[in-house]
């Protein structure tokens, strides 16, 4: 008896040791939130204020402190997530993860965005303030590297910290215009449907694009692979951070508010992940000041406002990327022809370091064009040598000269000249200001082809034919400066035509961009709150439309009670995807149904990359009321050719059928809740036994694809659709009553996981609540958390 509590005790005491060893080691990983740091580089000392969310407003007395202490801060809350960041471009995520990320650094290191990096810095003007500003954040974040807690992920991953240079932070840039861009996506899609299907069935898909459009005004037969865009789409889906997708925004001017003033609205849409992708920072010094919104690596915050301006962005989504078909010479496979005759590959060599495996050493061809991605990308089928052209490494880049003048705009105009430095990624800059302007620019580089060209197919590289023709002045971009409409918006939908022509994209279906104008256009007495409420707004205008198209073919003889109730439930429906809701879950199911009745016979294996264009949600209502196409005929049946109706009646069935074994015979218990999840994934919560430490849910939410609160998930097989997008945060700017201006992110300030602003604005984002943007000075500093930031002896 004695023996068996000596061993209680020292299992006990064992415990307990390890219980306090495990607790004074996470001391080590909290943030520090308050007390005295010494660093180099400082001219005066800085003031840093924490506030209850743990956004940081740093007073200093000049701009350079001020960048130094916001690198340090952003250091200490989100240095995992910039290790992670400035890795993609690189090609070095396989120094981290080891060789599942091969693939995905094969192809991010090909893009030449490395290449363009080092050409674009070699070219900066070392004393402009924006270089200066730029060297001082990252001096920032270099100390903290020297001085700061390790986070914790560096330790289980095994990374050791390295100094981060300008290149990491054009870095950035490149995989965040990359993620922008659509073509990869797409345009390998629509050359198959037109090379092995035909015309035919290329036409019905890309005729959906000038349908059903809301105009954002300017004033001013065999079975497709889909190898390669499906290949891209798994790189992308191997990534360990947030991609960029959408965005809404909207600007409503003094003539349609309560107040006389203007109000500004953002929600830009971005993968979920954890940390959240934005980091908030409040820089005031004795001549500036901004409340801003910051990725990863970039001083300049992308989405911002002081008391005189506010701004934010959603993706213009035009194309600038176009994919080519170069042609060998069949005597030599090192040169490709040209119309002035064959010209030499230029050839990249690189190296991938792989954790506890070999480096990988490879060779990149580059055409006039762009490098081949046939030998970036595995198990592409084409034997044709396939150059992507992209607007990005083409043009002088100037991304971060644009972030810096538009987060230090002194007017309307200064931030237009702002705005037209943007090459790439495209970006709708949305503007309001306290003189009751208000303003939005379609912003990057454009360019034209020959009239008759169509340019997401693959292009012509030896003919000389399919070449750019001119680069369009910025004053030729689409814009609007105080519009008779007395609001601006933008929510990824297609512009106003440029000389008559509607400029090729990929953007995106009307729902959101129609329920932001009806909204908008039916008051004029618009107040905060009314604003906040329409960010959260969960109705779809088209789906009721594309329900009424399917139900008028249904053939209801035979239904059963059930059935009868789930019909009535959708003509019921009025597109709202509220939580409780049965509509969106039978909605969801027959899209899927339908889709796949009626495209997968002929697209086999490119059918799931299908689902995941934009493309598609254009061409479903288009081809729900189609009452001829040849895409009804089902070619894997022999000696019958399908109609509309028979289509549309086996899509009910079979999701009929699939939802009562999905969730039970009942109808009325098929909500929406059941169904459809959110989780806040952590690079290394994908490990089973590090998911509940680093992921943030699942919880339920609210919302739908491609409403104004848009929860951005996959419609497919499963039944299930967990959330992998949304909004990454909501703003309100009212220039009526700046300093209460409100915004949320979907999960907290803090990467650390430890830290108490890890996942504390996650339960009201959920729903749909706001906090402070806090500009009061008085009430800033009477935060407990004061860290002062002093000059190094």
């Known amino acids: 008896m004695k023996i068996v509590k000596n061993i209680t005790k020292y299992i006990f005491l064992l415990i307990l040791f390890v219980s306090v060893g495990f607790w004074l080691y996470t001391k080590t990983l909290y943030p520090e939130y308050k007390g005295d740091i010494a660093l180099e580089n400082l001219v005066e000392e800085v003031e840093i204020y924490y506030d209850t969310i743990g956004v940081p407003h740093i007073n200093a007395q000049n701009q350079h402190d001020a960048y130094t202490a916001l690198g340090y801060v952003h250091a200490q809350d989100r240095l995992w997530q910039m290790e992670l960041i400035r890795r993609i471009s690189a090609g070095r995520l396989s120094e981290i993860f080891g060789e599942k990320l091969i693939d995905t650094d094969k192809f991010m290191s090909g893009l030449g965005i490395e290449e363009n990096a080092q050409k674009t810095i070699q070219n900066l003007d070392k004393n402009s303030e924006m270089y200066q500003l730029s060297m001082a954040y990252l001096n920032g974040i270099n100390q903290y590297i020297e001085n700061g807690k390790t986070p914790l992920e560096f330790t289980l991953v095994g990374v050791e910290k390295e100094k981060y240079t300008l290149k990491d932070m054009y870095n950035v840039f490149g995989y965040m215009a990359f993620s922008f861009a659509m073509a990869h996506k797409t345009d390998p899609l629509l050359t198959e449907v037109k090379e092995v299907l035909g015309e035919a069935y290329l036409n019905e898909l890309i005729g959906a694009e000038t ?13 497709l692979k889909g190898a390669l865009g499906s290949a891209m789409q798994k790189l992308f889906n191997a990534l360990p951070i947030s991609p960029f997708i959408g965005s809404n925004s909207w600007v409503i001017g003094p003539e349609k508010t309560k107040s006389g003033k203007v109000i500004f609205a953002n929600d830009p849409h971005i993968g979920y992940s954890q940390p959240s992708v934005w980091y908030q920072s409040h820089i005031k010094t004795p001549n500036y000041e901004i409340y801003g919104f910051n990725l990863a690596l970039v001083p300049f915050p992308l989405l911002g406002h002081n008391r005189t301006y506010a701004y934010g962005l959603t993706m213009f989504e035009n194309d600038d990327v176009d994919f080519y078909t170069e042609e060998n010479n069949p005597n030599n496979p090192m040169e490709y022809k040209t119309p002035n005759g064959y010209e030499k590959y230029s050839l990249v060599d690189k190296r991938i370091k792989v954790k506890e495996g070999e480096d990988l050493v490879y060779q990149i061809k580059v055409s006039q064009h762009g490098p081949i991605i046939n030998d970036l990308v595995t198990h592409i089928d084409d034997e044709r040598p396939i150059a992507m052209q992209w607007i990005y490494t083409k043009a002088e880049n100037k991304i971060l000269d644009a972030a810096y003048a538009i987060s230090h705009a002194k007017s309307l105009e200064d931030f237009k000249k702002g705005a037209s430095k943007l ?54 971009n689409p814009q609007a400066v105080n519009p008779s409409s007395n609001y601006v918006y933008s929510a990824n939908n297609q512009t106003e035509s440029i000389d008559g022509t509607l400029y090729p994209g990929y953007y995106l279906f009307e729902n959101r961009a129609k329920r932001i104008v009806n909204l908008l256009e039916s008051k004029n007495d618009w107040t905060k709150e009314e604003v906040a409420t329409m960010l959260n707004d969960v109705t779809s205008l088209s789906a009721p439309k594309v329900l009424t198209d399917f139900i008028k073919e249904i053939d209801q ?47 086999g294996d490119a059918f799931e990359q299908f689902t995941n264009t934009p493309l598609i949600e254009k061409v479903l209502p288009v081809q729900m009321a189609r009452e001829n196409s040849v895409w009804w005929d089902d070619v894997s049946t022999k000696d019958k050719v399908e109609t509309k109706k028979e289509i549309i009646n086996k899509s009910f069935q079979d999701a009929f059928s699939f939802l009562q074994n999905q969730l039970g015979e009942n109808v009325v218990n098929w909500t929406w809740d059941r169904v459809v999840s959110v989780e806040h994934k952590h690079a ?7 998911r509940m430490l680093f992921n943030v849910g699942p919880f339920v939410t609210s919302g739908g694809d491609q409403v104004i609160n848009n929860q951005i998930y996959d419609i497919d097989a499963t039944g299930y659709y967990k959330v992998k997008a949304g909004p990454s945060t909501r703003r309100i700017v009212d220039f009526s009553d700046i300093e209460n201006s409100m915004a949320i992110i979907p999960t907290g300030q803090s990467g650390r996981v430890f830290s108490a602003h890890y996942k504390d604005q996650a339960a009201k984002y959920l729903n749909g609540e706001f906090v402070k943007m806090e500009m009061n000075q008085a009430i800033i500093e009477k935060s407990p958390n004061r860290l002062v930031l002093y000059p190094k002896k």
């Open 211 to 223: 349908q059903n459009l809301t105009l954002i005004q300017t004033q001013k037969n065999p079975i």
């Open 423 to 476: 090459h790439a990624p495209g970006l709708n800059m949305m503007y309001g200001d306290a003189l009751n302007n208000i303003a939005w620019f379609a912003s990057g580089k454009l360019y034209r082809y020959r009239d008759s060209l169509y340019t997401k197919t693959y292009l012509n590289g030896a003919s000389g034919k399919d070449e750019i023709l001119e680069y369009l002045d910025f004053k030729q």
């Open 557 to 603: 003889k035979g239904f059963s009670p059930s059935q009868k109730i789930a019909l009535s439930s959708l003509k019921k429906w009025k597109g709202n995807f509220d939580t409780f809701e049965i509509g969106p879950v039978i909605y969801n199911r027959i899209v899927y149904e339908f889709q796949k009745n009626t495209f997968s016979d002929e697209l």
């Open 684 to 690: 290394l919560g994908q490990v089973d036994a590090l």
